[in-house]
């Protein structure tokens, strides 16, 4: 581990997510990082990972995520650490803050494309049934009336 960040020289530490992974497939690390400033994207910048997201489902539909809890209290309570709104929304889906209210404004759009989904799915099946019997009425009128 690095050495602990002097405040004369950097702000306060926060915690991020730092992005790993190759194209198409990424691979988050939960890292605090010396300042807010600094970039997430390059390990030099890392004074410690705390824990991992994986934010692609795998194949039971999960995204998998790993937090070490003690590191991230002593960061947050001890060195007075920032905290990004993604690394926000982890942490209180996973308990050990309030839930973030982009969480449920997330979930109410989901539930609503949802629904969307499900009435075009209800009229499309609804037009296809309608269009069936329109055949079958023809087809039954045409074969009443022989020439």
């Known amino acids: 581990m690095r050495k602990l960040v002097i405040p ?3 702000g306060r530490p926060s915690i991020g997510l730092a ?4 194209t198409n497939r990424p691979f988050y ?6 300042d807010r400033a600094l970039g997430r994207r390059y390990e030099g910048n890392i004074l410690e990972q705390v824990g ?7 194949q039971k539909n999960e995204k998998l995520v790993a937090l070490n809890f003690g590191r991230l209290k002593y960061w947050i309570g001890e060195r007075n650490a920032h905290i990004s709104v993604p690394v926000l929304e982890l942490l209180g ?32 099946a ?7 019997q329109e055949q079958t009425t023809s087809s039954a009128t045409s074969t009443s009336h022989p020439q």
């Open 8 to 10: 004369k020289y950097y």
């Open 19 to 22: 992005l790993f992974g190759c």
């Open 52 to 58: 991992t997201f994986d934010p692609l489902p795998n």
């Open 29 to 34: 690390h939960v890292c605090v990082f010396p």
């Open 93 to 124: 889906l996973s308990g050990l803050f309030p839930i973030h209210p982009k969480s449920f404004i997330r979930a109410k759009d989901n539930r609503a494309l949802i629904a969307d989904q499900q009435l075009k799915a209800v009229a499309e």
């Open 126 to 132: 609804a037009e296809a049934e309608k269009i069936a």
